[in-house]
């Protein structure tokens, strides 16, 4: 596999074992021939550094529903400092929701402490940030996310593909209707099918992760403290 990914790595393309391999050998098809690819100790330091190269590139940390809770978000980015890592994945919720404020309370808490905060990571760490918001985020303060972006503070994911490195990553915040009272990310089943039909159809599935704000349904990640399913 080191040497297969090497290759890949090196020829921008997925290959495919073909009959006729042999222990020792391995036969793949590029650009309609047939290459051989030996694994031999000589050729091991070569691959072990490009699969190092390759996987450093999709290695990331993510960390969802935070909630406001800044004591969290400071472990998180102090974990993103000191790990190789190709970016902090920041996967919705990640304000305080409280009361009938909510609204402005979120919206200071991003532009007061969340976005100096991860400016301040960028400066030090030099990792990129790819964030989105989740159901209990008011979508009204979208417009910080987006000032963030062009000032380059971080990318946003929410229903774009992001390339990193070989890879790519693709975000999505709408859920399906809860019982909870904010609505702003709520969508009908249907309505989120569509969007994913269109989302995953600019993207490589095989060479992509999904970041998903709603949990799978009717398990154990969408259960209520009174043990029904959102």
Sequence with gaps: DIARMALEFKTHTILREVPGSTPGQSIFRINNRNVSLVWEMLYLPIC???????????????ATDM??????????????????????VIGGDMTPFLGFDAMRIQRAFIE??????LEKFAIKAGKPVLAMMGNDDFSINYDLLEKAEDNG????????????????IAGYSFI?????MLKDWEKSEDEIAADLRKLSSKTDMGRTVFVFHTPPANTSLDMLYNGSHA
């Design 48 to 62: 072990l550094r490009t699969c190092i190269a390759i996987s450093l590139a999709m290695r990331f940390i993510y």
């Design 67 to 88: 909630h406001g809770n800044a004591q969290l978000f400071e472990r998180v980015l102090k974990e993103a400092e000191k790990k190789e890592i190709g970016a902090l």
């Design 112 to 117: 007061d402490y969340f976005l100096p905060r």
């Design 153 to 168: 503070t971080l990318k946003i994911m929410h229903n774009r593909v992001i390339s990193l490195g070989r890879f790519n």
């Design 176 to 180: 399906a209707p809860t019982p909870f």
